[in-house]
């Protein structure tokens, strides 16, 4: 059975780092859980590093500037690696060509500026699909349409042999009380479809490299001393099981439903919804506190 605790502090002493998600366990895409702010702050004064991790698919200056915006003060981080950083490198390795396709909203753009830490990043220019060598997914254009939609603009790009870099592995979030569809979800559809999705946040092994060597300006942390925190199975529970690292599931988020959460989740539905994704958890509480 997977061990359910009512508070971090529980447990916080056996770690001296967190990688801590954001969307669904520090936020709601709206505003701040005070309770998961507080319990990370607690976590930094008694001496544990903070890493926020993130499928955000932009640099992570700019998500810095918007969890202040939503609540979350500087004291409860170190530090944030973001899919976005990840998917940058690789896009400015050429991992999908010189001219690439973008898929997302316009606030995405800043996806595209210079990245400063490479020494000779190749030229990216955004053109049309019909122009182009590859396509960058930082999400869809509509997040509340069905990704089906972009079947016939895949349809072509497979034909042309071109792979689709995905900047947020998630599926879909929770903005307040509305879900919305990812870029995970379009690069699902296109290796259905037969095309080539690279991908480079959760539960992939760039990022949590990447997290590693942001951990590292501030401390020497072994893997048995990091906790994995967050509320999506497919992305934070399965990326800490493939990096070896404990995980503490936040069933009130994605899964709240599943697991019967409303303070707490039911222990029964939780180990069947568990047992039905194939997955293990070292531990889990309904909500960050």
């Known amino acids: 059975m997977?061990?359910?605790?009512?508070?971090l502090s529980e447990i916080s002493s056996m770690y001296d780092a967190a990688f801590v998600d954001l969307w669904g366990c520090l936020h709601n895409g709206i505003a701040?859980?005070?309770e998961a702010v507080a319990a990370c702050r607690t976590f930094r004064r008694q001496g544990g590093k903070v890493v926020l991790l993130t499928n955000a698919p932009r640099p992570r200056a700019t998500i810095a500037e918007?969890?202040?915006r939503f609540g979350i003060p500087d004291d409860a981080w170190d530090t944030i690696a973001t899919s976005g950083d990840s998917a940058r490198f690789a896009m400015f390795s050429g991992a999908v060509g010189n001219r690439v396709y973008h898929i997302g909203p316009e606030h995405d753009l800043v996806f595209f500026e210079p990245l400063k830490m490479m020494d000779h990043p190749v030229a990216?220019?955004?053109?049309?699909?019909t122009g182009a060598e590859g396509i960058v997914c930082t999400g869809p254009f509509d997040p509340h349409a069905d990704p089906s939609v972009?079947?016939?603009?895949?349809l072509y790009a497979k034909t042309k042999g071109m792979k689709l870099l995905c900047a947020n592995p998630d599926i879909v979030v929770d903005r307040g009380e509305t879900r919305e569809y990812c870029a995970g979800a379009l690069a699902a559809l296109y290796?259905?479809?037969?095309?080539?999705s690279l991908y480079f946040g959760k539960p992939h092994p760039a990022i949590y490299d990447l997290a590693?060597?942001?951990?590292?300006?501030?401390a020497q942390v072994p893997d048995d001393r990091i906790l994995c925190i967050g509320d999506g199975i497919a992305t934070d529970v399965r990326g800490a099981m493939g990096e070896s690292?404990?995980?503490?599931?936040?069933?009130?988020?994605?899964?709240?439903?599943?697991?019967?959460?409303i303070r707490q989740p039911d222990p029964a539905m939780l180990e069947t919804y568990l047992e039905a994704q194939q997955t293990s958890v070292t531990y889990a509480m309904g909500y960050l506190r």
């Not at 997977?2 to 508070?7: A, G, L, N, Q």
């Not at 972009?150 to 895949?154: I, K, T, V």
């Open 32 to 34: 701040a859980f005070p």
């Open 212 to 218: 590693r060597r942001r951990l590292a300006e501030f």
């Open 2 to 7: 997977t061990r359910i605790i009512e508070h």
């Open 66 to 68: 918007q969890v202040r």
């Open 150 to 154: 972009n079947r016939p603009d895949f």
């Open 245 to 261: 690292l404990d995980v503490l599931y936040i069933t009130g988020g994605l899964a709240a439903a599943e697991t019967g959460t």
């Open 191 to 196: 290796s259905e479809m037969g095309g080539e």
């Open 124 to 129: 990216i220019t955004r053109v049309p699909l």
